[in-house]
Antibody
Framework: EVQLSESGGGLVQPGGSLRLSCAAS????????MSWVRQAPGKGPEWVSD????????RYADSVKGRFTISRDNSKNTLHLQMSSLRVEDTAVYYC??????????????WGQGALVTVSS | EIVLTQSPGTLSLSPGERATLSCRAS???????LAWYQQKRGQAPRLLIY???GRTTGIPDRFSGSGSGTDFTLTITRLEPEDFAVYYC?????????FGQGTKVEMK
């Protein structure tokens, strides 16, 4: 059974940093691109970033480019999102998602339960 | 970026009725790379439909997707109590992947 489990969320002050992790199991991790999608309270989902199966191709939403870094460790089946220079508008539940293929193009076919990130002073 | 507009915003229906949800794209979605997700309160979204009409494993056949180019539809033929939720469309053909604002299917 595919499982995605996020960790690392919490309360941080504006300008601060936070690192999210996603532990994956139940599928061949290196064969699947992975993504982070966030959802602000009462809003629809918003794609944040994604990374190819080998980790050699990444993309970022304009709203986080230069502040967030996505990475993966295929030896540990783990996905990360390093977030810095956090803003109040980054407050959201952050979901780790799986894609069906190693390339970046694909629907998000499995989602984790989400990690809440709150940016507030 | 491709903007997706979903309509209606809210659909009030009774169990057993048919639900028809629309998703219109600001430009043509290449290769019909259009997905539909269901989200229940307090849960993560769940993929229902990919490639405009492909049903994900385990999704009941009362859910169907159709459309091409800029106009797509999700149909639920006979609403079950567990189908009352918010539904989002997503295009994943062009970067950035984008979502619609959602359609809430509520019980009348």
């Amino acid at each position: 059974e595919v499982q995605l489990s996020e960790s690392g969320g919490g309360l941080v002050q504006p300008g601060g940093s936070l690192r999210l992790s996603c532990a994956a199991s139940g599928f061949t991790f290196a064969s699947c691109a992975m993504s982070w999608v966030r959802q602000a309270p009462g809003k629809g989902p918003e794609w944040v970033s994604d990374i190819s199966g080998r980790g050699d191709n990444t993309r970022y939403a304009d709203s986080v480019k230069g502040r967030f870094t996505i990475s993966r460790d295929n030896s540990k089946n783990t996905l990360h999102l390093q977030m810095s220079s956090l803003r109040v508008e980054d407050t959201a539940v952050y979901y780790c998602t799986k894609r069906p293929l190693p390339g970046l193009i694909g629907a998000d076919d499995r989602w984790g339960q989400g990690a809440l990130v709150t940016v507030s002073s | 970026e491709i903007v997706l507009t979903q309509s209606p915003g809210t659909l009030s229906l009774s169990p057993g009725e048919r639900a028809t949800l629309s998703c219109r794209a600001s430009q043509s979605v290449r290769t019909n790379y259009l997905a539909w997700y269901q989200q229940k309160r307090g849960q993560a979204p769940r993929l229902l439909i990919y490639g405009a009409s492909g049903r994900t494993t385990g999704i009941p056949d009362r859910f169907s997707g159709s459309g091409s180019g800029t106009d797509f539809t999700l149909t639920i033929t006979r609403l079950e109590p567990e189908d009352f939720a918010v539904y989002y469309c997503q295009q994943y053909a062009d970067s950035p992947p984008t979502f619609g604002q959602g359609t809430k299917v509520e019980m009348k």
